[in-house]
């Protein structure tokens, strides 16, 4: 599909609502968003990829549709609290714990848990829900949390406070061994959001002592690693200032980063997740284009941002579908195949992907007539109640 970009017209309105309207398309009436309807490994929700699918359905005014969602997740967490309750307790008693027996990432669209062997152990979505619950609140002009909601901020909290720096499965739910950085970075942005909802500071010091590892990392190496363990880039790491405001999106160690991501991990033009990456070929991603393309916004970069832009446009099929990866055959012919013949061809409609469309084209737009942005930024620390543009 082609658009012309040089200026925001009707064509890119048009394409927000049309990827609005898959993301609502894609929710079920109790709240649920479903990763992606045409690939069965995706049929549930996630609370990564919906937490961010609920932030752009609020950045367009679709309040209604949010609430369903965070309410969804609400009386999921009400499901799971004895068990997030034990594991918090055996936490903080030292126990070992077995990480298949851990809270999940992803639930059935019925707010249930999945019983299989995907690895559960994934904290950084729970930090996202905070955020994106924090989001929703402002944008629908909530003053304060509702009281219904207080019980699970409180025990998510409590859960990613106590685990905060617990090695667990990443962001691409790989690699259960190591302290990742954009989990450390979800953490941090759940955790100053519950800091400023719940009113109690112990999560803001929790945070700050996150954001303290992280940077002690990235002076070691220079820029901020994939992880602990993993001193390479992975494209991920970008939220730690767009949008979870670990530090700003001017600070050198990032900008370091970002060109590194850049140099590693450009493909066709988009960004792929790391340089070792081998799922599907490892093409680049609708969701990490579009969140480099956030962090020029954020950088007052905006021909950058335009060029990813462009890249996500030309991207949807003529049905409007967004796919969660491109080109990994071109690359990588042998483990693209290998995925292919495991689990079918890529999503071909990702809901994250379309969220994040959403959500960069809405910040440029935004950028270009100089208003200012709707996210919750916090800089230099726990401030409650500043904004930035
Ligand atoms: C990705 C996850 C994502 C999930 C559902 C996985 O392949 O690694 O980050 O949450 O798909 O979209």
């Known amino acids: 599909m082609t658009l012309r970009l040089d200026h925001f017209d009707a064509d890119l309105e048009e394409m927000i609502r049309g990827s609005v309207k898959s993301i609502l398309d894609n929710q079920n009436e109790a709240g649920a968003i479903i990763a ?6 995706y049929g549930f929700c996630w609370l990564r990829d919906a937490s961010f699918c609920a932030y752009a359905l609020d950045l367009e005014g679709e309040h209604e549709a949010s609430a369903r969602y965070h309410n969804w997740v609400r009386r999921a967490v009400e499901g799971i609290t004895p068990l997030l309750e034990s594991v918090t307790r055996s936490q903080q008693g030292d126990e070992l714990l077995d990480d298949e027996l851990m809270p999940p990432a992803r639930f059935s669209m019925d707010g249930t848990m999945v019983h299989d062997d995907w690895p559960n152990f994934q904290i950084d979505g729970y930090g996202t829900w905070l955020w994106s619950l924090e989001q929703h609140l402002r944008a629908s002009n909530r003053r304060s949390l509702p009281v219904e909601f207080v019980p699970g901020v409180r025990t998510i909290a409590t859960y990613i406070h106590e685990f905060a720096l617990t ?14 950085t954009s989990t450390l970075a979800c ?15 112990t999560l803001g010091d929790r945070a700050n002592e996150v954001r303290s590892v992280l940077l002690s990392t990235a002076r070691e190496h220079g820029h901020f690693t994939k992880s602990n363990v993993n001193d390479d880039v992975d494209a991920s790491v970008l939220w730690l200032s767009t949008p979870f405001a670990v530090v700003d999106p001017h600070d050198e160690l ?12 450009e493909f066709n033009g988009g960004i792929r997740r790391y340089p070792t990456d081998v799922y599907f070929g490892s093409g680049a991603w609708p969701v990490l284009t579009a969140t480099l393309g956030w962090h020029f916004v954020a950088t007052g970069e905006l021909a950058e941002a335009q060029r990813c832009l462009e890249w996500l446009v030309d ?7 967004l796919g969660e990866q491109f080109d990994g055959e071109l690359r990588d012919r042998t483990n693209h195949d290998f995925w292919v013949r495991k689990w079918g061809p890529p999503a071909k409609d990702l809901m994250w992907s379309h969220a994040m469309f959403v959500v960069l084209a809405r910040e440029l737009s935004r950028a270009h007539s100089g208003e200012a942005s709707d996210e919750f930024r916090v800089e230099g620390g726990i401030d409650p109640g500043r904004r930035t543009t």
């Open 36 to 41: 992606s309807p045409d690939f069965a490994e």
């Open 315 to 321: 991207h949807f099929d003529e049905q409007g579908c």
């Open 254 to 265: 990032l900008s370091v980063t970002a060109t590194l991501i850049q140099t590693r991990l």
């Open 187 to 201: 953490i941090f942005g759940g955790l100053s959001s519950a800091r400023r909802l719940l009113e109690d500071d």
């Open 167 to 180: 090695s667990c499965y990443d962001v691409w739910e790989e690699h259960g061994s190591d302290r990742h």
